[in-house]
Every structure is written in C-alpha cells, then in structure tokens.
C-alpha cells in the first residue's frame, strides 16, 4: 500500500536492550523525520533527514541513532533502551519545498509505534 | 527561537456548539509556515491546514474555519456546530526558515452528545 508505515506497532522491552523502529514511505519524499509523543509535550522532534545518506539532530536526540542508506527507508535505534524513552515514536515524512529545506510542504505522519521500556 | 503556545489543555462541549482551539506562536522569521494537525483517538496524525505568514486570509472548510492575525502572532481554530467525531487532540504547529516542525503541546477536544 501507499503512505508511510511504521513497525512494529507495539513494542515492550527491557532496560538496556537495544530496539529499532522501522520507518518505510512510497512517495519518495526527500525528508523525514522522528518523533516522539508524551502527555504534556505534544510531538518533539528526535532526528531527521533531507536525502539519503543526511541526516540531522533534532531536539531530543540522545540516546537515539538513525540512518538512512535508502530514500524510502528510516529506521530509528534506541541503543540502550531506558524507562525514560517509553513513548509513542512517530514517523513522518515530506517532500522538499523551496530552497530544499522542506518549508512549504506539510509532513504526513505514520501511524506511530508504542514502545513501553520496563 | 520558535516557540507554539496552545494554553487550553482540555475543552468540553456539548453537540453542536461552537469550538475555539486558541494558537499563539513565537518566531524571528518572516517567513513561515502554521499548521494544525488532528490527533483522534484512534492515535494517528491528521493534516488539516496549512498557511503561510504572507496570508491572512481567513479560510473555512465546511465546520472548520480558521482565523490567522500575524498582529497578535495567532492562529485560531473554530469547529461550529461540533460533533462527536471531532473529539480529538488538536496540535498547532509552526516551520520556520530552518524547516523543522514546532509543535504546540495540543488540545483535547471531547464532545458530548
């Protein structure tokens, strides 16, 4: 199907285990982007990427690593998964507007993945 | 620094009434662009307007209306006549000149029959 997909949807683990989140769109949008969702903060950017092989900090980075070999693909690694990091993680993407810098297109999101860290 | 103010946390109505979701935001660009996304419970993230600073015009979509006044650095939601189905989070959001995404901490919109 067309559109952005995330997996998994839902995800429990453990304290210190490494975990990645998979970020997969169709459209061929130049950006993407990470976020993550707790109560009281809206969505707060962790990473994102204007092009294949680019990628950028975003506000709440730590403890986070993201790479993108493929323009379609953008997973996100927490390395040490910590109780903090228990949150929704949503993907999103959108094509590049003037300049290259995304400005003028709207991001379209994934349905968003779950992750509990016990 | 880029900053997007929703001060209303939670609203209820009742069916049928009208609904204002205020939206104050900060920037030092001249140029930008305000959104506001749909988060309903079901958790996905629902594009619903775009505008940018050079227009003020006001824009209605069938219930939804929004009201932009770069004076007053706003950018107000109006759902008229409000139904069950627009239970939901409200986020306002602002791109600047660096292209990342601010967003509000959102609003909680619940309507009752």
């Known amino acids: 199907d067309a559109g952005i997909t995330q997996s998994p949807r839902y995800k429990i683990t453990e304290t210190g285990r490494q975990v990645t989140l998979m970020c997969h769109q169709t459209?061929?949008?130049?950006?993407m982007f990470w976020y993550r969702q707790d109560l009281g903060h809206g969505l707060r950017l962790i990473y994102y990427?204007?092009?294949?092989?680019?990628?950028d900090k975003g506000e709440v980075p730590d403890g986070y690593v993201v790479s993108r070999s493929k323009t379609e693909n953008f997973p996100l690694t927490l390395e040490s998964a910590t109780r903090s990091q228990t949150s929704v993680y949503f993907c999103?993407?959108?094509?590049?507007?003037?300049?290259?810098?995304?400005?003028?297109?709207?991001?379209?999101f994934g349905p968003g993945t779950r992750l509990t860290v016990t | 620094a880029q900053k997007v103010t929703q001060a209303q946390t939670e609203i209820s109505v009742v069916e049928k009434e009208d609904v204002t979701l205020d939206c104050v935001y900060e920037?030092?660009?001249?140029?930008?662009?305000l959104f506001w996304y749909k988060q309903p419970p079901s958790g996905e993230l629902v594009f619903l307007i775009r505008?940018?600073?050079?227009?003020?015009q006001n824009e209605i979509s069938g219930r939804y209306s929004w009201n932009f006044q770069k004076s007053t650095s706003s950018f107000n939601f109006t759902i008229t006549a409000s139904q069950v189905v627009d239970s939901a989070v409200y986020f306002c959001?602002?791109?600047?000149?660096?292209?990342?995404?601010?967003f509000g901490a959102g609003t909680q919109v619940v309507v009752t029959p």
């Open positions: 999103a993407s959108s094509e590049s507007g003037s300049w290259g810098k995304s400005k003028d297109y709207e991001q379209y």
């Open positions: 459209w061929s949008h130049s950006y």
């Open positions: 990427s204007a092009a294949a092989d680019i990628t």
């Open positions: 920037t030092r660009d001249t140029t930008y662009y």
């Open positions: 505008r940018n600073s050079f227009d003020e």
């Open positions: 959001a602002l791109k600047g000149s660096w292209g990342k995404l601010q």
